[in-house]
């Protein structure tokens, strides 16, 4: 168990994230014992528990845009939670429609899933090259600015006044975290903050996509009340939490 215990922390040294079944195949036991040795370590602040795995512990309980994930990490936290998510998301789009899908790994599902449709997609979202596969039928438009490597975006003043430019049927924000009990969703800084709510402004119907690790998670800058979305999507209920009417899961989960 010694060894173990020093495999998982010397691999969350090294990647920043861990995955519960590939560190069950690696070291060859189950996934209950992986998470009851996540669960101990858990105690010791030696990390910090998600869905599916589990990431190094923060300093601070406010999520910044330096203490945040890089997006490498990120993609491979709770990646089917936000395929689900997405799959929401994607059915309130109509054909003929403009919408904007914000940066981060809770939308990038949604652009293979939108490549076919009749529709405009504007983004500051440079995962998409990972996820379409030409020939594609939406127009894509991405959006110009300073290009953030460690979270594949594009924002700064440039970005803002692209946006102001545009006019949306619909847009899909992305968010460090949500608190449920004040109600409002998070950012990590002050820029990204900013185009999202532009975003939001020219936008005829909001949407927030969250994963459970979003939740009670604080970030830097405070965004939008959750209650002024049309809806929050999110993929698992925990049913000892209540909630927002527009808060929508994709399945429920016990605490």
Known sequence: MVERIEYILNKLDETG???????????????????????????QRKLKRIPGG???????????????????????LNSSGKKMVCEMACKEVRDGECIFIDAGTSTVHMFKLLQDRL?????????????????????????????????????????????????????????AGVDIHKNFSYSTEIETRNLKNLVCQRSKYRYL?????????????TLEPLTSFDTVFC?????????????????????
């Open 17 to 43: 994230v861990l995955n519960v079944n590939e560190l069950a195949e690696e070291l060859k036991v189950s996934s209950a014992t992986i998470r009851r040795d996540f669960a101990d370590l858990e105690i």
């Open 54 to 76: 589990a990431i190094k512990p923060l300093d601070s309980s406010i999520v910044t845009l330096d203490s945040d994930l890089r997006m490498a990490s990120k993609l491979q």
């Open 119 to 175: 529709i405009t997609i504007v983004t500051n979202n440079f995962l998409l090259s990972s996820q379409i596969t030409p020939p594609i039928t939406a127009r894509i438009i991405v959006v110009g600015g300073l290009y953030l490597a460690d979270y594949a975006l594009t924002y700064s003043s440039t970005a803002i006044n692209e946006i102001q430019g545009y006019n949306f049927d619909r847009c899909f924000i992305t968010c």
């Open 209 to 221: 996509l969250l994963d459970q690790s979003k939740l009670d998670t604080i970030g830097f800058c």
């Open 235 to 255: 993929d698992q209920k925990r049913e000892d939490m209540e909630y927002p009417d527009n808060f929508r899961f994709y399945q429920s989960i016990s605490n």
